[in-house]
């Protein structure tokens, strides 16, 4: 299987802007066009990994990162998101172009992969089972994701979780890790040794990075997962780490919040997330100390 890391950095800057890199994230392939060198950098810093089809016919999703075709860009570079010939963003400033490209992606699966109830959550697995981790924008829930996954936890997804409907298990996407802020240091002191690109600052979500994913997180990316706890996290400082079980029906529809395409799926919708909740421990999540944290995820994973 030939990787992107078979690629120098100048073959992949030279192919991005030919649009002829077709990458392969978990069930999905995207053919990606862009001339930006901060995406080329991004992909080769962080998709080393990941599967290069080549000569391949199909790809799910066609983006574009690149500027938009007006006189504006020359006194102001924009860069915008164009799938498929539509434009769903309005053009960010080009030194935004790789989250750009990261939040675009997520954009794709989750207006588009209607065959998964899409949830906004983080998801890992240990011995089997995963956990989902739904949570709001500043909840620490990325954060516990990345100190999971660097403690031998396998990565699905930091956020997207897709439930298959028709069996309830989990379907991988393991893509960078998106680190806001404050975060990214507690991520650099917790796993020194991570790779994380460079930091953007001024976006609409403060300053961002992205936390390379496990290599072996991506060689399973076809090694689904059944579900094991869903935890509704909450990183408060100085709190203690405490656990709290919610009811089943009071979980219910805090996911459904958190569903991407719920409503879009009717009654198929209704039916995969209640047996996702049947099936699942439901659990409310404080911590403040990432190795307490972690520590509670090994003994949920220690249990029965």
């Not at 998964?116 to 994701?145: D, Q």
């Not at 994913?213 to 400082?237: C, H, M, N, Q, T």
């Not at 203690?240 to 009717?266: C, H, I, K, Q, W």
């Amino acid at each position: 299987m030939t990787t992107l890391s078979a690629l120098s950095r100048a073959e992949l800057g030279r192919r991005l802007r030919d649009g002829s890199i077709d990458l392969q994230t978990g069930a999905f392939v995207t053919r990606v066009h862009s001339p930006f060198a901060s995406v080329a950098d991004g992909l080769h810093l962080l998709y080393g990994d990941y599967p290069l089809l080549e000569n391949n016919g199909f790809a799910d999703f066609h983006v574009d990162v690149a500027p938009p075709p007006t006189l504006r860009r020359w006194y102001k570079p924009l860069a915008r998101f164009v799938y498929d010939g539509m434009v769903p963003f309005l053009p960010l400033p080009a030194a935004q172009a790789f989250p750009m490209f990261e939040w675009g992606m997520n954009w794709c699966v989750s207006s588009r992969a209607h065959g998964y109830l899409i949830l906004h959550a983080a998801v890992v697995e240990k011995h089997g089972r995963a956990a989902i981790l739904p949570a709001p924008p500043g909840s620490g829930k990325s954060t516990l994701c990345a100190a999971l996954v660097s403690r031998g936890w396998r990565l699905l997804s930091d956020e997207l979780a897709l439930v298959r409907p028709e069996d309830g298990l989990l379907a991988p996407l393991p893509r960078p890790i998106s680190l806001k802020n404050a975060s990214i240091e507690v991520m650099r002191r917790y796993q020194p040794d991570a790779v994380i690109s460079r930091p953007v600052p001024d976006t609409t979500k403060g300053t961002v990075a992205h936390l390379k994913a496990p290599a072996d997180s991506i060689a399973r990316a076809a090694e689904l997962a059944r579900p094991g706890w869903i935890v509704f996290p909450k990183y408060a400082a100085g709190a203690a780490t405490t656990l709290l079980d919610v009811p089943n029906a009071r979980s219910f529809m805090r996911v459904a919040e958190n569903g991407f395409n719920y409503s879009v799926l009717g009654a198929r919708g209704f039916a995969t997330l209640g047996a996702l909740v049947e099936q699942s421990r439901c659990i409310d999540f404080t911590y403040s100390a990432l190795d307490e944290a972690v520590a509670v995820f090994e003994q949920l994973a220690g249990t029965p």
